[in-house]
């Protein structure tokens, strides 16, 4: 019952004698209060003379000041002359409560009660005897619902079984037994006859009964009550208006409604009585005004995550475009306001500070949802949102798509079901599918630096369900429309400017490029023109012997020789940004295949990025071979000699290296510099060619500067960045089937040992240093000698080397 008071915002009226269910009122809110601050009204209804006789007692006692009750908050006291007085006390209040909810249950069905002037009640009754029972029975003829509490015992027991059965015109044994079980003995006080009169009145007035069952564990008590206060509005809303009022009243009565449910979070009764047919006028008219409660309640229901409202009103919206266009902004400023606890919405308060905002504008809130999608994206012309104008105007790219603009909001309020919602309306389901994942995987990375542990947890997670939705949708497609798959996942999405492969690809999305599709394409790029069933050792074999390229031989398949007519070949679009690749026939006649020439197949060939793949491992190996023989046979001081051959080779090879890596930056495209160095050196091997590349330039330096004396630093610069073009060579592992995840086990299983050799190294360091203050106290050896002292014996005796007393 406290609960059914909470949500509907009721107060509990009673008969404010201290008996019966008011009893344990007071214990029922004392209880919930004390966890939560809640204010509960409880009012009691008292005639004018328990009032008069209160007061007498008070003068005769003017310093002791009493509450007349402590179970209830405040009273109500009623002159009425149609309470008869003299009477018993628990009588006579109960004729005051019954005049007194008449008289507001009468005030309500007058037609010229406003909408806002509307006081609904609702009579619960909870066990009670035959007073109870009449009580309930002119409550119901004054057309107010009852909500009968079955399992109280009593009348309410009563009242609800004859609800359920067949016992309202039985007056027989079945109907006094009943009687007698659920009013004892006190029935014998009444007639029998009164009894079932008063039933069968009550029961001609079924519509107005809500009978809620103590056994039923799946109903709640304020579902029941909530019912029957939206049954008293659509009442009197029938019964006043009739279809024949004013559009104006109409639109206020559906406006009321809309509150009530919103208040309750109840989509079942507006599904079931306001988002219907029949009120698609008035719903319709509704949002032409500025103050749309239509429009308000979707708002508050993407803000308070209600899946099922929004998924109700949306299709009731009539201007999905100027929703977002006005209350976009708004979703994101209230967010900011009222949930805190939004990691997006501190992150938007870092770019504030980061930008030097001091005034949080609404508008600011959406150009920095710009800002962060922009950095995770790498791509500096990404603008969602842009401020023009000063602080008012707001320039929405895309304003077409407004599912998706809701779609960007839920993911960074991380509401799964509803990003969804908006994703499954939106087109580009895949991209923007991988667009969501790449965005809660950034968040969650954040939520983890701040220690936000759970948050983070559900980050991922949701990241990992948008992926996988991205991968199911692929498969299917694949399944169901091969050639269509394949395009899709090299489409250019103009809203992310890139394509789904590389934002799985930027985002380490493992599993959506291991999709079939993902793997098809990639094979197909990587082999070129040349047929994927051409074994390998063919096609190594026909790079040192070009003869056999020719189709005629039948060494090397091409898939331009083998399609037939009804097969399509891909074609670059004459668009600027290709949004779709365009395909056209290649016929395959004889005369065809006499136009190719010998250069021809050779640009198929050659033109394979497989086989230029081969050529440059070939290079590199021979740069290596080059690199090491005048490293080891003719590495001298300039005192003595000038560079060979073989090394100014080598330097000339080593610039045209670093000039390709400069290239690879300089064409990233992300926006600036900076950006591209950034997205450049996501790659861990880039890293390792630019330290490769800088100790090249300083043995470079350090052959041209030192003398013999010190020329051996010289040689070791040189050695340790031979050795490093060498370790280079694992990443063409990477393109073999069985190699490359070895290689990949490798990275990381060298991450898992580091955390082993940290604690190698401490074992190491805290042995040496005490056997070193033992056995060599007060040493005189320069820093870097004890230092290795501190580590050799320790290192040597891991070994068994125990009798080593001094090391070489």
Request: net charge negative; glycine share 4%; with cysteine.
């Amino acid at each position: 019952m406290i609960e059914a008071v909470l949500n509907t915002g009721s107060w509990v009226v009673t008969c404010g004698t201290d008996e019966g269910a008011v009893q344990f009122i007071k214990d029922a809110v004392n209880e919930y209060i004390t966890l939560e601050e809640y204010y509960i009204p409880i009012v009691g209804i008292l005639s004018q003379r328990m009032y008069e006789s209160d007061e007498n007692k008070t003068n005769e006692n003017p310093g002791n000041w009493d509450t007349l009750d402590p179970n209830h908050t405040q009273f109500v006291f009623i002159d009425d002359t149609k309470i008869q007085t003299g009477r018993e006390t628990a009588i006579e209040c109960r004729e005051a409560f019954v005049n007194f909810i008449s008289k507001i249950c009468g005030k309500n069905l007058e037609s010229y009660t406003k909408i806002q002037n509307i006081l609904p009640v609702v009579l619960v009754l909870i066990e009670g005897g035959y007073e109870d029972l009449k009580t309930a029975r002119n409550m119901l003829k004054e057309k107010m619902p009852v909500i009968v509490i079955d399992g109280s015992g009593g009348a309410a027991n009563c009242l609800a079984a004859c609800y359920r059965g067949s016992l309202t015109n039985d007056r027989g044994p079945g109907l006094s037994n009943l009687l007698k079980k659920c009013f004892d003995d006190s029935i014998a006080k009444y007639n029998m006859y009164s009894a079932c009169e008063l039933i069968n009145e009550c029961l001609k007035h079924k519509s107005r009964i809500y009978v809620y069952s103590l056994d039923d564990t799946t109903a709640k008590v304020d579902i029941s009550i909530q019912n029957a206060i939206f049954g008293i509005y659509q009442e009197i809303f029938e019964s006043q208006y009739n279809g024949n009022g004013p559009a104006i009243t109409e639109i206020s009565a559906i406006k009321k409604q809309l509150e009530l449910v919103e208040r309750w979070n109840r989509c079942d009764l507006a599904a079931e009585n306001i988002f219907i047919d029949k009120n698609r006028k008035e719903l319709s008219n509704s949002q032409e005004n500025s103050n749309d409660s239509v429009l308000k309640m979707f708002q508050s229901s993407l803000l308070k995550n209600r899946m099922d409202f929004v998924s109700l009103i949306m299709d009731r919206i009539d201007d999905m475009q100027g929703f977002v266009m006005l209350h976009l902004k708004d979703l994101y400023w209230d967010c900011s306001i009222y949930g805190k606890e939004y990691l997006a919405i501190r992150l938007f308060e870092e770019q504030w500070t980061n930008e030097k905002n001091t005034n949080k504008q609404a508008i600011k809130m959406l150009c920095s949802v710009t800002g962060f999608i922009s950095n995770l994206l790498g791509d500096t012309h990404f603008k969602l949102y842009e401020q023009k104008d000063g602080y008012k105007a707001l320039w929405i790219d895309d304003f077409n798509r407004p599912f998706y603009h809701l779609f960007v909001w839920a993911l960074f309020m991380n509401r799964k079901e509803i990003a969804r919602f908006f994703l499954k309306k939106d087109t580009d389901f895949t991209a923007s599918a991988l667009f969501g994942s790449a965005i809660l995987k950034e968040l969650a990375d954040k939520a983890f630096y701040r220690n936000h542990i759970e948050l983070s947890d559900l980050l991922k997670e949701n990241a990992g369900y948008f992926e996988t939705l991205s991968c199911n949708l692929m498969k299917e497609l694949y399944n169901n429309e091969r050639d269509r798959a394949l395009k899709i996942v090299v489409n250019i999405v103009d809203r992310y400017n890139s394509t789904p492969i590389a934002i799985a690809s930027s985002q380490n999305m493992m599993n959506f490029m291991a999709t079939s599709a993902c793997q098809a394409k990639l094979n197909r790029i990587w082999r070129g023109d040349i047929a994927l069933h051409t074994p390998e050792w063919r096609i190594c074999m026909a790079v040192f012997l070009p003869v056999l390229i020719i189709p005629k031989i039948g060494f090397i398949t091409y898939e331009k020789n083998q399609q037939n007519p009804s097969s399509v070949e891909p074609s670059k679009s004459p668009d600027k940004i290709p949004t779709e690749q365009k395909y056209h026939s290649k016929n395959s006649s004889d005369e065809n295949q006499d136009c190719a020439g010998p250069f021809q197949f050779v640009s198929w060939f050659y033109g394979a990025p497989q086989v230029k793949f081969i050529f440059y491992m070939i290079t590199y190996f021979t740069f290596v071979v080059i690199f090491s023989i005048f490293v080891l046979t003719d590495l001298h001081p300039l005192s003595e000699s000038l560079p060979s051959v073989l090394e100014n080779i080598t330097w000339l090879w080593t610039m045209s290296l670093a000039i390709e890596e400069i290239r690879q930056i300089s064409q990233t495209n992300k926006g600036s510099f900076a950006r591209n160095i950034m997205f450049w050196a996501k790659n861990v091997w880039n890293i390792f060619d630019a330290l490769m590349y800088l100790l090249f330039m300083v043995s470079v330096m350090l052959r041209c500067v030192l003398t013999l004396d010190d020329f051996y630093y010289a040689r070791m610069t040189y050695a340790i960045t031979l050795g490093m073009f060498i370790f280079r060579t694992m990443q063409f592992f990477f393109v073999t089937r069985y190699l490359g995840p070895k290689v990949v086990m490798i990275g990381k299983m060298i991450g898992d040992l580091a955390f082993f050799f940290a604690l190698f190294a401490l074992f190491v360091f805290s042995f040496g240093i005490m056997y070193q203050a033992i056995l060599f106290p007060n040493s005189v050896l320069p820093p870097w000698e004890l230092f290795k002292a501190l580590i050799y014996l320790p290192y040597w005796q891991l070994y068994g080397e125990l009798n080593l007393d001094h090391v070489e």
